[in-house]
């Protein structure tokens, strides 16, 4: 009599097996020559393929090597595997940033980039925060403040430029640049990055605070940052990090405990990021799956636009809960199909930051949403914010994501809390009528449990 396979054996066999019919099924088609970790132009070969070569890399590894990356590909595994072999391994930190007297450049003067600099600095590193506006340079070097933050003065150790070739020079005493901080709105990122990258000094690690998805290319941080950033000389791609978690700017700005993830293929670069930047106040943990701390970061934005839109309606506290919950199992469909790892999204990054993004009382999403249902009108809304909604945008993005990606029967009986957003946005359901649809769902089981492959 044949044994039995323990439980844990079985399940990892057939997660094996729908691995490799699923690759095998896309291999028949051409490979395009520019990879991203979600495949969103419809080729999810691309990442199936790279993560088999890269475990394939890891076995032969000598221990505390890692090197992952989805920056490089070609049609073929070898070409795939040469592509990863040659990118650098781990960045290269200077002892004295390692110790906490690095020099940081901070790109983008928000309300989170102006947080971020002094958390930065009350570890110790001089920051520059380029910004684009003088009026803004002047209130942060000579009056020690920022507008966002007018309780807090700013520590001596951070500057501000709009200028540059001065943010990224080497300093008086010949430091280099060692560290770059992304705090720029997605929606305008590539813009920026554009405009600036010709300065950006070579082979400098880039970590991304920016969550959300680039409405006319449908590319999360990591495909955007990759395709503006690679040298346009070299071909090399750059050094990427990505910072996820709950992370309200006022809180931060005021010394208060916060918890992030830092996540990036390269395992050495997000442990160095995350010593980097912790300290008594940040306490930052290191993670290698940037599908699932990008997912997380860009789905939350949307839940809490749903959780506002409920708290608008006046629905209670119990529908609130209930909606936040099931747009958190859908947050894990739509991450499985991306290839994140359920326990990231379970994490500070998916589950921690989406709790305080739809109940905190200064969330920018949840507050838009809290004006949707009250009857406001989205462009009226955006008009007269001065801050970023990015679940807005994120909401069409996602919606065209998932239908470039699952092509299964009835997805919008799969994804109710996120279609139910977009089609309030887009004007063809009312805030009342797309919960009463979630509450009309079928009848079935809760399905927290989610299936090997996604379909």
């Given amino acids: 009599m044949q044994q039995k396979r323990p439980r844990r054996a079985h399940q990892a066999h057939q997660a094996h097996q729908a691995h490799q019919a699923h690759k095998q099924h896309y291999q028949q088609y051409p490979q395009p020559a520019s990879t991203s970790f979600s495949s969103l132009s419809g080729s999810s070969a691309r990442a199936d393929t790279i993560r088999s070569v890269v475990q394939q890399q890891q076995q032969q590894q000598q221990p505390g090597s890692s090197s992952r990356s989805l920056s490089r590909t070609s049609s073929s595994a070898s070409g795939i595997a ?3 072999a040659s990118i650098p391994r781990s960045a290269s930190f200077s002892p004295s940033c390692m110790e906490g007297h690095g020099r940081i450049v901070i790109l983008g003067g928000g309300s989170f980039g102006a947080s971020v600099a002094i958390a930065v600095a009350n ?13 803004l340079v002047d209130d942060i070097n000579q009056r020690r403040r920022h507008p966002r933050f007018k309780d807090v003065i700013l520590d001596e150790r951070i500057k501000a430029t709009n200028e540059p070739e001065q943010a990224f020079k080497p300093s008086q005493d010949g ?3 060692d560290l770059i901080i992304h705090a720029v709105p997605v929606q305008v990122s590539r813009e920026y990055l554009l405009s600036i990258r010709d300065h950006i000094p070579d082979g400098v690690p880039v970590l991304s605070c920016s969550k959300g998805i680039e409405l006319k290319t449908n590319f999360f941080m990591h495909d955007l940052l990759n395709e503006t950033l690679t040298n346009q000389r070299t071909g090399n791609p750059p ?8 992370s309200f700017a006022d809180e931060m700005s005021q010394g208060k405990a916060t918890g992030a993830v830092i996540a990036s293929f390269d395992k050495r670069l997000a442990k160095d990021v995350a010593a980097i930047l912790s300290s008594d106040s940040l306490r930052t943990y290191a993670s290698t799956d940037v599908a699932g701390v990008e997912v997380g970061g860009a789905v939350k934005n949307v839940i809490a636009l749903a959780a ?3 708290e608008g309606l006046e629905l209670g506290m119990n529908a609130r809960s209930a909606i936040v919950t099931r747009g958190c199992y859908e947050m894990r469909r739509l991450g499985k199909l991306l290839g994140a790892k359920p ?13 305080g993004t739809c109940f905190g009382a200064k969330s920018r999403n949840r507050m838009t949403g809290e ?21 807005v945008p994120t909401a069409k993005a996602l919606v ?19 279609f139910g957003v977009a089609d309030i946005l887009d004007g063809a359901r009312t805030p009342m009528e797309g919960f009463q649809d979630v509450m009309r769902d079928p009848l079935r089981m809760e399905m927290y449990e989610l299936p090997d492959k996604v379909a």
Avoid at 125 to 134: I, M, P
């Fill in 343 to 355: 326990s990231t999204l379970t994490g500070l990054a998916g589950i921690g930051d989406t709790f």
């Fill in 308 to 310: 506002g839109i409920a």
């Fill in 239 to 246: 050094k990427l990090a990505f910072m996820s978690g709950p």
């Fill in 371 to 391: 004006r949707i249902g009250r009857g406001e009108k989205i462009a009226d809304i955006l008009n007269t914010s001065d801050q970023v909604s990015e679940g």
């Fill in 82 to 84: 040469s592509g990863i």
């Fill in 400 to 418: 065209d994501i998932i239908r470039q990606r699952d092509h299964s029967y009835r997805i919008d009986l799969k994804y109710p809390v996120l």
């Fill in 123 to 135: 570890r110790g590193h001089n920051v520059t925060l380029l910004v684009r506006k003088q009026p």
């Fill in 175 to 177: 430091q280099p640049v």
